[in-house]
Each structure stands twice: as C-alpha cells, then as structure tokens.
C-alpha cells in the first residue's frame, strides 16, 4: 500500500519500508512519529480513503542537508556578500502504511546499520575536539605578537600627529 503524505510544506509518496528526508520534526532517534495528514491513498490501481489511512515512521537521525552558498554581488559598486546555509533534516523510515507493516527481515540489518553509523559520527567529533581546542591558542599568541610589533616601530623626531595648519590668504590692499 502507497500514501501521499504532507510534511514541512512538500508531499512525499510513501510505502512501508521507504527511507525519507523531511524538514526537522521533533523527536530523537528512535522515536516513532505519525505522519497525519494524508493526502492520497491506495494500493495499485485501487484508491483508498485517505481519511481512514495513518501512516508511522520511525526516526532514523536528526541530520543537516548540503550546504547552500548565497552570494550576493552588485557590479561596479563593490558589493559582494557571501553567506552559506543547512537545512535541518530529519530523516524517517516508513513503519507502516494503513494496516501494512515493513518485512521483519527487510528491517533488521536496517536497523543494524543505523546504531552502526552514531558510533561513527560519536567518534569523529573526539577527534575534532583537540584541533579545536589547540586552534584558539595559536590565535592567541598570534594576537599577542600584532600589538608587541606596532608599538616597537620608532617615531621620528619632531612629527607631529596633526597635519599643518593652513595660512589664510593675505588681503589685496584696495585702491581708492
């Protein structure tokens, strides 16, 4: 059996055992979510009453989409602004359609791959942590040597900060 479901304003045909990517629901891993407004239902050719359909999925991950790059330029005026984005993503796995469930068979090693892959994405951030944490002191000393090197650079004697004064232009003497 097939749905059409409504989710984050798209529609989505669903069967049980589908994998999807929505716009963020709440919720965690593991959690099982309705899907409530049904848009279409049926099986073939034969069309249901979506109003009786209820479809369920299971949260496989909270996730962000690709990055989307917006550049904003305006010729001849230097203006460029250049600012990325990610999309919150949930994704799903459609349980049941109606009365239909998912294989049993079909959904265990699923299920195997998914406690597999949090295992990966637990430990890449351990190892990101000490970059992260080694990166600010080296912005730091680097700060402290900026400012140690502008005030090492002698002045030169009798300069002044202030520009020189302009001399106001003499008044012609008027004949009479």
């Known amino acids: 059996m097939f749905a ?4 984050g304003g798209k529609q989505y045909r669903v069967a049980a055992g589908d994998k999807i990517a929505v ?11 309705t899907l409530g407004d049904v848009l279409l239902a ?3 050719d034969k069309i249901a009453d979506a109003s009786k359909v209820a479809v369920s999925a299971e949260i496989i991950a909270q ?18 602004r250049k600012a990325g984005h990610r999309q919150q993503l949930t994704l799903l ?19 195997e791959e998914a406690k597999a892959a949090p295992a990966k994405e ?12 080694a990166a600010p002191a080296a912005k730091a000393d680097t700060a402290e040597k900026k400012p140690a ?11 002044t900060d202030k520009a020189p004064a302009k001399k106001a232009p003499a008044k012609k003497a008027e004949k009479k």
């Open 149 to 159: 090197a502008k005030k090492a650079a002698p002045k030169k004697e009798g300069a």
């Open 122 to 133: 637990e430990a890449a951030p351990k190892k990101a942590a000490p970059a992260k944490t």
């Open 23 to 33: 716009e963020k629901l709440a919720g965690e891993a593991g959690d099982t979510v």
């Open 63 to 80: 996730a962000k989409s690709e990055k989307v790059v917006v550049f904003k330029k305006r010729r001849r005026h230097n203006y460029r």
């Open 4 to 7: 059409v479901v409504r989710t």
């Open 42 to 44: 049926g099986e073939g």
């Open 93 to 111: 796995r459609i349980t049941a359609v109606g009365d239909s469930k998912a294989e049993k068979k079909a959904a265990a090693p699923k299920k």
